[in-house]
Structures are given as structure tokens and as C-alpha cells.
């Protein structure tokens, strides 16, 4: 299936929610998911996300990695489920740039009783630029099926 396309102008790819992330690392930037499942992902790289080279840093590709695979597991469990990423996997297949869309799609997850796994990739246009994949582990007491 083609990833989705987003308007240069509109700034945000269509059928697509806004999300403001909290925290530390991304608190006040706007992504968006989309899909049934919360399966779709965007997010526009900015300057702020680019290294030295003019390509977005690796750990920028890993930090929303994270958050669109853990969002996706935390989707599909109980609202008082906790979990916490246990292994975040990314191949960096090519290079994103400033005023790229990274869109991400869910390929494959299973959610289980004490472990979630969740893989997809990271596409700019018809561009891989990285394959992803998060496990996460249920804190006792807050698991999928109790």
C-alpha cells in the first residue's frame, strides 16, 4: 500500500489527528497518527532535527520511533495498562531533511500479556528511510488480560 501524501502547504498529511507530545524531548511539538488503529504516523522534520551533514539525526529518527510504537501498543491496551519500552531497533535505510514528512506505518505487533512488540518503517515519499521495530514490557499488575 503507498504511504500517505502531504500537502507542502497544509501542514499536516489528510485523515491524519494533530497530537501535542508532552516531556522532555518533544514537549509542545505537533505530530499526527492516523489509520483505524492508530497505525499511521507523520512528522515534519525541522531544522532544529538536522545534524551537521543537513540530515536528520539518528537519534531524532529513534525518539519518534519510540513515541509512534509505543503510542501504537499503549492504543491497543486498557487505558490503566503501564508499559515501558524494552528494545528499540532502528535501520537507517537513507537520509530525511529539514521540511521533510517522515511518515510511519505499522507493519506488523502483537500484544501479549507481559510483552508488546511493534514493527513498521519510516518513509519520506516512496522513500524507506528507516525500518523500526519496539518491544515493550506490561508493568505488573496492568497487563492486556487480566
Not at 34 to 62: E, K, R, S
Amino acid at each position: 500500500m503507498p504511504p500517505p501524501t502531504v500537502d507542502e502547504h497544509s501542514g499536516a498529511p489528510e485523515g491524519f489527528t494533530p497530537r501535542v507530545l508532552r516531556g522532555p524531548f518533544f514537549g509542545g511539538r505537533t505530530v499526527f497518527t492516523g489509520g483505524a488503529l492508530t497505525d499511521m504516523f507523520a512528522a515534519c522534520v525541522t531544522a532544529d532535527d538536522c545534524n551537521g551533514l543537513g540530515i536528520t539525526h539518528g537519534g531524532v529518527i529513534a525518539t519518534l520511533a519510540d513515541i509512534f510504537l509505543v503510542g501504537f501498543i499503549a492504543a491497543q491496551l486498557p487505558a490503566h495498562a503501564r508499559l515501558v519500552t524494552a528494545s528499540l531497533s532502528v535501520d537507517y535505510l537513507g537520509p530525511s531533511r529539514a521540511d521533510d514528512w517522515l511518515l510511519g506505518r505499522i507493519h506488523a505487533h502483537r500484544i501479549g500479556r507481559r510483552q508488546c512488540v511493534a514493527a513498521g518503517e519510516f518513509r519520506v515519499g516512496e522513500r524507506t528511510v528507516a525500518l523500526i521495530k519496539a518491544s515493550c514490557a506490561l508493568l505488573a499488575g496492568t497487563g492486556a488480560q487480566q
